[in-house]
């Protein structure tokens, strides 16, 4: 019967990135894309608000508009005292509070089983939402100034931050078919919170956007250019450092997962460089091999085509009879193994020989 040969293939590290290591650089690197561009338009906000002109409401500043180019500041900043132009709206849970804002909010709150960390979770969904405007004014805080400045669209606006006039939670009647149901469906209903929101009649107002005059009246609209339009109940210095705080929020996410990405491609990058040293390394050594394989035919006066297959790559007597494990190559005899100097290693790719199996030809 002619010999065989066992083949055993060979474990090779490619020294490619793992699924989880892309998974992870692809993941940093887009969340640092989003941050950064977040980061960027939040950062132009609170730069064109810092750079925003002061305007105060007084009897200047009709005369400050007629001396503006088209009669209009295109980014102001005044502060000033809410006021009804006719007609105000009532609370309808509290007496005595009037409004020119209203925002009537139910919200269905529920516990809801996660099947992942199998533990229920709070969760509050809008069911519904009404809001109720009049036209109003924002006056001087100096009862003595007659001019006034019209608001124009304040749904529009940023930061609009209503006071809550009016909060009530009205739990759910459960049954023990209910409950046992609720269970079954991994939503267990808790309630529905009403709530009442207003912008009061008095209440300081810091208006930041497009100044205009238009015939006598003076209106605050939403700015152009794509700035950001703004009520808010804070005062301008407040409300500046408001948004330098989310500023320095979203810079610091930037940083971190730029970070995380930077780190993520080095090591990525280090371990293909690793692999790179380690083939040229394993190149130098194989063609090392091959030059003292070459002396050592010339020294028997053999040809290359006149040694077997099979043949032992470091004597060319004998024939192969062991395989090195874990690198899987079969390409000594066992008298040359026992020769090789400790630690031993497979003299094809210098892979450490943990354990060898005899190889039978028949």
């Known amino acids: 019967m002619s010999g065989s040969v066992i083949l055993i293939p060979i474990m090779d590290n490619s020294g490619k990135p793992t699924t989880a290591q892309i998974v992870l650089l692809a993941t940093s690197s887009a969340l640092t894309a989003v941050f950064y561009t977040i980061y960027r338009r939040k950062s132009a906000t609170a730069t064109r608000l810092k750079e ?8 200047d500043l009709k005369s400050i508009l007629m001396e ?10 005044i502060e000033g005292v809410v006021r009804s132009v006719k007609d105000s709206l009532n609370s309808q849970f509290v007496d005595g509070c009037k409004g020119v804002i209203e925002r009537l909010t139910l919200r269905e709150q529920k516990m809801v089983w996660n099947r992942t960390t199998h533990i229920w979770n709070d969760c509050e969904k809008i069911i519904h939402q009404r809001t109720n405007t ?29 006071e809550t006039t009016y909060e009530n939670f009205h739990p759910v009647a459960q049954s023990l078919t209910d409950v046992i149901g609720h269970f079954i469906s991994g939503e ?11 912008l009061r009649l008095g209440s300081s107002v810091t208006g930041v956007g497009e100044l205009v005059l238009d015939n006598s009246l003076v209106r605050l609209q939403p700015p152009k250019q794509g700035l950001q339009y703004f009520l808010s109940r804070l005062d301008y210095d407040s409300l500046l450092r408001k ?11 930037t940083a971190t997962f730029g970070i995380a990405a930077c780190i ?19 190149q130098s050594l194989q063609d090392e091999f091959k030059e003292k394989q ?8 053999l040809e290359e085509d006149a040694i077997s297959p099979t043949t032992c790559v470091i004597c060319l007597g004998r024939e192969r009879s062991c395989v090195f494990l874990e690198c899987g190559h079969v390409c000594s005899c066992n008298e040359c193994h026992h020769a ?19 190889l039978y030809n028949s």
């Open 52 to 59: 925003a002109q002061k305007i105060s409401i007084d009897q």
């Open 68 to 77: 503006s180019p088209g009669h209009c500041i295109p980014y102001a900043v």
């Open 134 to 162: 009049v036209p109003f004014d924002l006056a001087s805080h100096d009862e003595s100034v007659a001019t006034t400045v019209r608001v124009i669209r304040p749904l529009d606006s940023a930061e609009l931050d209503l």
């Open 188 to 198: 267990r209903p808790k309630g529905v919170k009403e709530t009442e929101e207003m």
């Open 243 to 253: 948004q330098q705080a989310r500023v320095r929020l979203w810079k610091i996410l």
């Open 264 to 282: 993520i491609l080095f090591f990525v990058l280090r371990r293909r460089y690793a692999h790179y040293k380690e083939r040229r390394k394993l």
């Open 294 to 301: 070459r002396r050592r035919l010339r020294e028997l006066d």
């Open 340 to 358: 090789l100097p400790e630690p031993k290693r497979c003299p094809l790719c210098r892979k450490t020989i943990e354990r060898v199996i005899p």
